[in-house]
């Protein structure tokens, strides 16, 4: 027990010793979630819209107003042909395109319709679905009042965006960055730990030690699990403090799912330096490999359940994962245990697997 | 020249002789290339529906039924229970609930009016928004069916079409294959540049080679090249994957896209060497790297657009290389933009290459500190 008490001696003096290091351990999370905070949005403002008009009247006018007016559109250009739409969509300068046929108006009022194009660059998918949305609900609405009221039936429609009613990004884009980013940090911070014994060769006189394999594994861990916590810490507050997310459920209970997974991550991180021999491998494997699965796979941007089924099975093992599920439970949701219980139970398993697992590759390189 | 191609030679010898970094260089990324591309998207098809029909009448069945054989709901359940469609929203099991209310058919048949309420998961992002729009006009369109017969000579009518530029079918692939395969070149070029020359100042190489009579601009371009081809080939067999794999389309020149892309790797080689310069270990390469690559790609519009982003952000990425490239590749691919199209970004680019090489090139010393 003493040799592991001398152990963590040893690796808090070495972070003590090491200021800068520990700065930008503590500086990282907090820069990458204000960074991150502000960028990473998908709500979908300022549309930058083209009308194609070739003769303007009355009702094309009267459109474009309601377009202009309805907020969410800026009108970019007026041209008078749908020719004239190619550059404006390639460099991007249009997002979408309003083409009214000539005499729009007269067609209005004396054929029995008008014909009216809406032209979306759908090159991404998702932002050209709402925009269709929006460009639809201007015209239904400008349509609706052209036409004398009959006896139309309406369902009145009361809609409610639960857990997020105002729509704002960061509510769903914050919680998600806190996994993101204690990864990072977490597999940097083992890195340091255990990469450095390595290069600098102690690594063999720590195996030489009587430490048991599983007291290096807690003597590495338990230091690097209070600076990942102090950054649980800090970017809840910024969460809280500067993008004002809600905090719903239980402040401990999303504290302590925090010191969970940075173990997780921890765990993961040990495992990995504890199995590679070359340097190199491990450097380059650790930035490719976990990198983009690690955006792409944790549903903290793209939701897991759009994804094809093999890939929602990766996805199931993906630690990040579970804990993006966790936090916009507790804070936009509300919920407890009783909810998220499964999603725990997985993390506190795959902890232990792999803590377990990295304790059995430091057996046998002593062999 | 001679000493360039001799550096450069024995640059392509260590990434051959070296089974692992081959991997990495170019396994790993056509992998992840493959993995990924499904990853990456907001489509939804069958949100998983939650309905609470109070009223259960022959009106409320049938707009259920019109839910249900639109495609786009799948009914998880049908109950009477306001509580269970608010454990189902709680559990995430279920995106939309919607409750129809007791009297719906009768304030139908009596007022012409009823209402209805959505309950959408908000959780969910933009889904949440793409979901209340098909469920709102499904709503619609049964009020106009249940409408009695319109006035024949229906004033006012707008025939609207809608029409989808660049990518009619809504394929997620096509949009991100493009993004992705510049993320990687990205990745490869940054980090196999970084990692390189900080290796050979750890092995103490780099001591002999300053000895030696080699310029520092032939260094860096002996450096450079191979794995500015390597980047080139990067692409070719990322481009030719997603092409037999994905379908991705080519509507522009893929020819100009290799010019871009042979400018654009400068940038990234660039700022590799720059990194190379500033660290004295491999791992260090390997942290700065990271947090760079890291800022490089969630910045890039490459997964969120920019022009979500908030507006200073949105000036920040304006010095984001990959930025710019990723916008390029999307126009060219997808969108069929030519030379003229692409000139600004690729302008900006021309302009950060010059940048970040004459910076590396005069961060880099042939003295060993």
């Known amino acids: ?367 | 020249m001679h000493r360039i191609l001799y550096l450069a030679q024995a640059e392509v010898l260590h990434v051959i002789r070296d089974r692992a970094t081959l991997a990495q260089v170019f396994v790993v990324p056509m992998v992840q290339l493959l993995i990924l591309a499904n990853a990456a998207t907001f489509q939804i098809r069958n949100s998983d529906t939650y309905i609470v029909d109070l009223d259960r009448t022959t009106v409320s069945r049938g707009l259920v039924t019109r839910m249900r054989a639109s495609g786009h709901f799948r009914i998880e359940e049908i109950s009477s229970s306001l509580e269970g469609a608010n454990e189902a929203l709680l559990a995430g099991e279920v995106t939309l609930a919607v409750v129809i209310p007791h009297d719906f058919e009768r304030d139908i048949v009596r007022a012409g009016q009823a209402p209805i309420e959505l309950s959408v998961n908000a959780e969910k992002g933009s889904a949440a928004g793409i979901v209340q729009a098909y469920a709102l006009r499904i709503i619609n369109d049964y009020a106009a069916e249940l409408s009695p017969p319109a006035n024949p000579r229906r004033p006012a009518r707008i025939d609207v079409s809608m029409r989808s530029r660049y990518n009619a079918t809504q394929n997620y692939k096509h949009y991100m294959v493009p993004g992705i395969l510049v993320a990687l070149v990205t990745l490869i070029g940054t980090l196999l540049t970084a990692q390189n020359i900080a290796r050979e100042k750890e092995l103490g190489t780099l001591e002999q080679l300053n000895v030696t009579p080699i310029t520092r601009g032939q260094f860096i371009a002996g450096k450079l090249l191979p794995f500015w081809a390597l980047g080139l080939i990067e692409l070719a067999l990322g481009l030719a994957l997603g092409w037999l794999v994905f379908d991705i389309p080519m509507r522009g020149s893929v020819l100009l896209l290799f010019g871009v892309a042979s400018v654009y790797l400068f940038v990234a080689l660039g700022v590799g060497l720059w990194i190379s310069t500033l660290v004295e270990t491999q791992q260090q390469a390997m942290f700065v790297s990271f947090f760079i690559i890291n800022i490089y790609l969630l910045m890039s519009g490459l997964f969120t657009p920019i022009d979500s982003m908030a507006p200073w952000v949105q000036v920040v990425t304006q010095v984001n290389p990959v930025r710019h490239f990723v916008a390029i590749s999307r126009a060219i691919l997808v969108k069929g933009a030519g030379p003229a199209e692409i000139a600004r970004p690729f302008l900006i680019l021309l302009a950060t290459a010059v940048v970040v090489l004459t910076f590396a090139i005069r961060q880099h010393r042939k003295v060993a500190r």
């Open chain 1, 1 to 367: 027990m003493s040799a592991l008490r001398g152990l963590l001696r040893k690796e808090i003096v070495h972070i003590r010793r090491d200021p800068r290091t520990l700065t930008v351990l503590i500086a990282l999370p907090i820069v990458q979630v204000v960074l991150f905070g502000y960028a990473i949005r998908t709500d979908v403002t300022n549309v930058r819209l083209a009308i194609v008009d070739p003769m303007p009247d009355h009702a094309t006018l009267d459109l474009r107003s309601r377009f202009a007016a309805a907020g969410v559109f800026r009108i970019v250009a007026v041209v008078p042909r749908t020719e004239n739409l190619e550059p404006l969509f390639q460099t991007g300068a249009a997002q979408q395109a309003v083409v009214f046929e000539p005499d729009f108006a007269d067609h209005l009022e004396n054929t029995p319709s008008a014909r009216l194009q809406i032209i979306t660059d759908a090159t991404d998918p998702n932002t050209g679905a709402l925009l269709d949305a929006y460009a639809s609900s201007v015209i239904d609405v400008w349509q609706r009042e052209l036409a004398p009221r009959g006896k139309q039936v309406v369902i009145v429609p009361q809609t409610r965006m639960r857990f997020n009613p105002t729509r704002e990004s960061s509510n769903l884009f914050v919680p998600g960055l806190m996994a993101f980013v204690l990864t990072i940090i977490s597999s940097l911070m083992t890195a340091i730990s255990l990469t450095r014994e390595k290069e600098t060769g102690t690594m063999e006189s720590l195996l030489v030690s009587p430490l048991k394999p599983w007291q290096i594994i807690v003597g590495k861990v338990a230091p690097y699990l209070v600076i990942g916590f102090i950054s649980v810490v800090t970017i809840l507050l910024e969460a809280l403090l500067l993008f004002r997310v809600p905090l719903r459920g239980n402040v401990l209970l999303l504290l302590a799912e925090g010191g969970l997974f940075i173990l997780t991550s921890l765990s993961l991180g040990i495992l990995v330096s504890a199995r590679t021999s070359s340097q190199r491998v491990a450097m380059i494997g650790a930035l490719v490999g976990t990198l983009l699965p690690n955006v792409l796979l944790s549903g903290f941007i793209f939701p897991v359940e759009s994804m094809p089924t093999p890939l929602q099975v990766i996805a199931f093992v993906i630690p990040g994962r579970w804990f993006v599920e966790i936090a916009r439970g507790i804070m936009l949701k509300g919920i407890g245990l009783g909810y998220l219980w499964q999603a725990t139970l997985i993390l506190g398993v795959t902890t232990l697997l792999l803590l377990v697992a990295s304790t059995r590759s430091f057996k046998t390189r002593l062999e």
